[in-house]
Nanobody, 118 residues
Framework: QVQLVESGGGLVQSGESLRISCTAY????????MAWYRRAPGKQRELVAE???????TYTDAVKGRFTVSRDNAKNMVYLQMDSLKPEDTAVYSC????????????WGQGTQVTVSS
């Protein structure tokens, strides 16, 4: 069955960097747009960054200039490089795969906790 497995979360101080990763299993990775979402305590889940199958990326305003999403189709992996982290970036970050071929097909990972202390 399809699996998305996130890794790399942790506790960092404000201003530091962290890279989180997501590995996709048993999907035709190159046909999927990949995205990172986050859910902070007491808040709704929000889209942080997305990268299309062709490599085009978009970001929510709060992270523009600080976060970079990338993908490696050979490894079935997507990354989120997070620089200049702020306490308000604290959240559970989840990976999402959305098929660009089959409408409505998408998968979620379990999430990884990122905590930024002030």
């Amino acid at each position: 069955q399809v699996q998305l497995v996130e890794s790399g979360g942790g506790l960092v101080q404000s201003g530091e960097s962290l890279r989180i990763s997501c590995t996709a299993y048993r999907i035709l990775f190159r046909n999927y747009a990949m995205a990172w979402y986050r859910r902070a305590p007491g808040k709704q889940r929000e889209l942080v960054a997305e990268i299309s199958s062709g490599g085009s990326s978009t970001y929510t305003d709060a992270v523009k200039g600080r976060f970079t999403v990338s993908r490696d189709n050979a490894k079935n992996m997507v990354y989120l490089q997070m620089d200049s982290l702020k306490p308000e970036d604290t959240a559970v970050y989840s990976c999402n795969a959305k098929s660009e071929v089959i409408i409505g097909q998408n998968y979620w990972g379990q999430g990884t906790q990122v905590t930024v202390s002030s």
